[in-house]
Protein backbone atom coordinates (compact mmCIF):
# COMPACT_ATOMS: atom_id res chain seq x y z
CA UNK A 1 0.00 0.00 0.00
CA UNK A 2 0.81 3.61 -0.83
CA UNK A 3 1.53 6.14 2.24
CA UNK A 4 0.23 9.27 2.98
CA UNK A 5 2.90 12.00 3.03
CA UNK A 6 2.17 12.37 6.76
CA UNK A 7 2.25 8.66 7.17
CA UNK A 8 5.50 8.86 5.66
CA UNK A 9 6.70 11.86 7.62
CA UNK A 10 6.05 10.17 10.77
CA UNK A 11 7.40 7.09 9.90
CA UNK A 12 10.75 8.58 8.72
CA UNK A 13 10.73 10.72 12.04
CA UNK A 14 10.19 7.19 14.20
CA UNK A 15 13.21 5.57 12.09
CA UNK A 16 15.78 8.47 12.48
CA UNK A 17 14.90 8.20 16.05
CA UNK A 18 13.93 11.72 16.04
CA UNK A 19 10.10 11.07 17.17
CA UNK A 20 11.66 8.67 20.02
CA UNK A 21 14.00 11.74 20.98
CA UNK A 22 11.03 14.06 21.46
CA UNK A 23 8.40 12.00 22.44
CA UNK A 24 11.01 11.04 25.78
CA UNK A 25 11.29 14.91 26.36
CA UNK A 26 7.66 15.16 26.80
CA UNK A 27 5.76 14.36 30.17
CA UNK A 28 2.79 12.14 29.34
CA UNK A 29 -0.16 14.59 28.67
CA UNK A 30 2.55 16.46 26.21
CA UNK A 31 3.24 12.97 24.42
CA UNK A 32 -0.86 12.89 24.66
CA UNK A 33 -1.24 15.97 22.36
CA UNK A 34 1.52 14.84 20.20
CA UNK A 35 0.08 11.73 19.70
CA UNK A 36 -3.17 13.55 18.63
CA UNK A 37 -2.07 16.69 16.85
CA UNK A 38 -0.19 13.27 14.46
CA UNK A 39 -3.87 11.52 14.51
CA UNK A 40 -5.66 15.13 13.63
CA UNK A 41 -3.16 15.95 10.55
CA UNK A 42 -3.82 12.17 9.30
CA UNK A 43 -7.64 12.87 9.72
CA UNK A 44 -7.07 15.93 7.54
CA UNK A 45 -5.03 14.60 5.12
CA UNK A 46 -7.44 11.85 4.68
CA UNK A 47 -10.14 14.10 3.94
CA UNK A 48 -8.12 16.68 1.37
CA UNK A 49 -7.52 12.99 -0.38
CA UNK A 50 -11.04 12.28 -0.60
CA UNK A 51 -12.36 15.93 -1.49
CA UNK A 52 -9.81 15.79 -4.03
CA UNK A 53 -10.99 12.75 -5.61
CA UNK A 54 -14.39 13.48 -5.77
CA UNK A 55 -13.53 17.07 -7.07
CA UNK A 56 -11.60 15.33 -10.22
CA UNK A 57 -14.87 12.98 -10.86
CA UNK A 58 -17.07 15.87 -10.37
CA UNK A 59 -15.11 18.21 -12.56
CA UNK A 60 -14.41 15.42 -15.08
CA UNK A 61 -18.26 15.07 -15.68
CA UNK A 62 -18.21 11.01 -14.32
CA UNK A 63 -20.15 11.74 -11.33
CA UNK A 64 -23.00 9.61 -12.65
CA UNK A 65 -20.65 6.99 -14.00
CA UNK A 66 -21.38 3.80 -11.93
CA UNK A 67 -17.58 2.18 -12.34
CA UNK A 68 -16.22 5.19 -11.07
CA UNK A 69 -15.56 4.24 -7.15
CA UNK A 70 -15.90 7.09 -4.13
CA UNK A 71 -13.17 9.28 -2.79
CA UNK A 72 -13.61 6.71 0.67
CA UNK A 73 -13.43 3.63 -1.55
CA UNK A 74 -10.16 5.02 -3.48
CA UNK A 75 -8.61 5.93 -0.02
CA UNK A 76 -9.02 3.23 1.26
CA UNK A 77 -8.04 0.75 -1.70
CA UNK A 78 -4.96 3.25 -1.99
CA UNK A 79 -3.79 4.16 1.40
CA UNK A 80 -5.23 2.13 4.48
CA UNK A 81 -2.76 -0.22 5.69
CA UNK A 82 -3.60 -3.27 7.24
CA UNK A 83 -3.81 -3.14 11.08
Known amino acids: MKQTAVEWLVDYLKNIK ?3 FIRQNLNINEQNILDDIIEQAKKME ?6 AWQNGIYNC ?3 NNPTIISGKQYYNETFKSEE
Not at 46 to 51: G, S
Open 61 to 63: GEF
Open 46 to 51: KEQIID
Open 18 to 20: ALP
